[in-house]
């Protein structure tokens, strides 16, 4: 089983920055992923990270966002910036584990314009 802990979500206006921390409880080989979700909406992809360092994002974040991780201390990591009004959501730290998948308890962001 995997614990997993997100930090950094806040109240941040428009053009700022926020960093996202996610703290697994055991050392992950898979890739690791935040996802968000606004009000209403489904959960979707936010960008994703190999163990070796591979990243992928989504259209709406490339560019502004960047994913890193710390195999070491088992550390995911999101940092947004320039960010807009719409990447107001809960943000959610997800692994798969032994063909279990896991996510955080989520950590609030909300973008004011």
């Known amino acids: 089983q995997v614990q997993l802990v997100e930090s950094g979500g806040g109240l941040v206006q428009a053009g700022g920055s926020l960093r996202l921390s996610c703290a697994a409880s055991?050392?992950?080989?898979?890739?690791m992923g935040w996802y968000s979700q606004a009000p209403g909406k489904q959960r979707e992809l936010v960008a994703v990270?190999?163990?070796?360092?591979?990243?992928n994002y989504a259209d709406s974040v490339k560019g502004r966002f960047t994913i890193s991780r710390d195999n070491a201390k088992n550390l995911v990591y999101l940092q947004m910036n320039s960010l807009k009004p719409e990447d107001t959501a809960v943000y959610y730290c997800n692994v798969v584990y032994l063909g279990n998948t896991y996510w955080g308890q989520g950590t609030q962001v909300t973008v004011s314009s």
């Open positions: 055991r050392n992950i080989f898979n890739s």
């Open positions: 990270i190999t163990r070796g360092g591979t990243t």
